[in-house]
């Protein structure tokens, strides 16, 4: 008996611009041989996501965008991917200012995590920003978008996230799941 399931080897089965989808061997704990199908992101796994929350008001900004995989319109945080050597905190600051215009005076965290990790190796650092809202520069946020984004900036008091998920919900609207997560752990306090 293995003491912990190992991955003996991978094939890439289709690669695209920017995703290779692979056929993993593993075995699992028991020493059984198994397949496994994933997607990896070419050119590096790692992303970040950003909660940012403007100070004194505590509201949270979150944005509304159409995401074709989802084949409809989501909202979540702002969050990108981390370009070459990039740190994740620079890319944290980056597209927080590219999808809001908004300029953090603090950033913290930046632990990652895996966003789907039965599917992919993408990991996703988690960071926190807060945004004094009376400073000059997020007096008028001028935004930097991609080639093909289009995205609305919101705003949303921590104590109404719930409400506004079950009301975009409610609207035909799609909820990325790290928003649920916040508005989740809002609830509990």
């Known amino acids: 008996m293995l003491d912990r399931p190992q991955v003996k080897s991978e094939m890439a089965l289709a690669e695209g611009r920017f995703l290779r989808f692979k056929m993993l061997r593993w075995t699992d704990a028991k020493g059984v041989d198994r397949l496994w199908e994933t997607v990896d992101r070419l050119g590096g ?26 084949r409809g319109v989501v909202v979540e945080f702002p969050a990108g991917l981390i370009d070459g050597d990039e740190s994740p905190a620079a890319a944290a600051r980056r597209e927080l200012a590219e999808e809001t215009g908004y300029i953090a005076n603090r950033l913290g965290g930046g632990l990652p995590a895996f966003s789907s990790p039965g599917m992919s190796d993408e990991t996703i650092h988690f960071f926190r920003a807060d945004i004094d809202e009376t400073a000059p520069e997020n ?12 995205i609305e900036t919101l705003f949303v008091p921590t104590t109404d996230l719930m409400a506004f998920c079950e009301s975009e919900h409610a609207k035909g609207v799609l909820l990325d799941a790290k928003i649920l997560s916040v508005a989740a752990a809002f609830s509990l306090l």
Request: hydrophobic share 40%; no cysteine.
């Open 45 to 70: 796994r790692r992303a970040v996501v950003i909660v940012p929350r403007l100070v004194p008001s505590g509201r949270l900004i979150l944005i509304r965008q159409f995401r074709p995989p989802a």
């Open 139 to 150: 007096q008028n946020p001028k935004t930097n978008f991609d080639s093909g984004e289009m």
